[in-house]
C-alpha cells in the first residue's frame, strides 16, 4: 500500500503571497490531520478532516485553512504569507478519526520558505 | 490545556539501554504515543499506552503511570540508525481528541 503523499515537496514563496499545499492519503483512510512543524514551537495541530469535514482546529489564524474532498485528498491554503509560516507542515492519515484511532501515519511533508 | 515535558537532548552508545521520559499535564487523559522522526523524514508511529504498565515492542518498551502523568521510552540494544528525534504525544479531551506533542528529543547514538 502507498504511503501518505504530499506535494510540492519543498516551496519557496515571498511574504504576502499565499500556497497552497496537498496531501493524499493512505487508500481507504478517511482522516486527514494537517500539522506545522518548527524548530522553536515542535509540531502544532492545525487542523483534521474527515468525511470532507473539518472535525478540529487548532489555535492558528484564519489565513490557515484547508478542505477535503470526496476522495479524501486533501488541501491546506496560507493566505497571506508571513515570515513566521516557514515551517515543514506535515499531513497525516488515518482510517478513522484521529481521536479512535492509536495511530496516524504522516506524510513526508512539505517544506514551505517564506522569504 | 495540555503540556508535555521531555529532554530535548540524549546521547548514548551503541548496544547501550536509553530512556527517554515524558511528563505531561492535561485536563483528561486518552493515552500517551510516542513516535519518531529521522532528519528530514516523516514522523512513525512507535507505541501506544492507554493503562499503566510496559508495552514491548522488539527492541522498544513504553511504559505508563497515569498516577504520576508520567511515561517514557526505553530503546534497547541501541543502533546508529536509532539517532533520531522522539516525540511523546497525548490527546486532548473533547470529542476530537487532537494530538498535542512534546517539543521532542534528539537522540544521538555514538559508535
Known amino acids: 500500500k502507498a504511503g501518505v503523499t504530499q506535494t510540492p515537496r519543498y516551496l519557496i514563496k515571498t511574504r504576502g503571497q499565499q500556497v497552497t499545499l496537498s496531501c493524499s492519503p493512505i487508500?481507504?483512510?478517511?482522516?486527514v490531520s494537517w500539522y506545522q512543524q518548527t524548530p522553536g514551537q515542535g509540531l502544532q495541530f492545525l487542523f483534521e478532516?474527515?468525511?470532507?469535514?473539518?472535525?478540529n482546529k487548532g489555535n492558528f489564524p484564519g489565513r490557515f485553512s484547508g478542505r477535503q474532498f470526496s476522495n479524501s485528498r486533501s488541501e491546506m491554503n496560507v493566505s497571506t504569507l508571513e515570515l513566521g509560516d516557514s515551517a515543514l507542515y506535515l499531513c497525516?492519515?488515518?482510517?478513522?478519526?484521529?481521536?479512535?484511532?492509536?495511530?496516524?501515519?504522516f506524510g513526508p511533508g512539505t517544506r514551505l520558505t517564506v522569504l | 490545556g495540555q503540556s508535555l515535558e521531555q529532554p530535548s537532548e540524549v546521547t548514548a552508545v551503541e548496544g547501550a539501554i536509553v530512556q527517554i521520559n515524558c511528563t505531561y499535564q492535561?485536563?483528561?487523559?486518552?493515552?500517551l504515543s510516542w513516535y519518531q522522526q529521522h532528519d528530514g523524514g516523516a514522523p512513525t508511529f512507535l507505541s501506544y499506552?492507554?493503562?499503566?504498565g510496559l508495552e514491548e515492542t522488539g527492541r522498544f518498551s513504553s511504559f505508563l503511570s497515569r498516577s504520576d502523568s508520567y511515561g517514557y521510552l526505553l530503546l534497547q540494544e541501541l543502533q546508529m540508525k536509532d539517532s533520531a528525534s522522539y516525540f511523546c504525544?497525548?490527546?486532548?479531551?473533547?470529542?476530537?481528541?487532537?494530538?498535542?506533542f512534546g517539543s521532542g528529543t534528539q537522540l544521538t547514538v555514538l559508535p
Open positions: 497525516a492519515s488515518s482510517p478513522r478519526l484521529a481521536g479512535v484511532y492509536n495511530e496516524q501515519f
Open positions: 504525544a497525548v490527546r486532548s479531551p473533547g470529542s476530537a481528541r487532537q494530538l498535542t
Open positions: 492535561t485536563s483528561g487523559f486518552y493515552g
Open positions: 487508500s481507504g483512510h478517511r482522516s
Open positions: 478532516y474527515f468525511s470532507e469535514t473539518q472535525r
Open positions: 499506552n492507554a493503562l499503566d
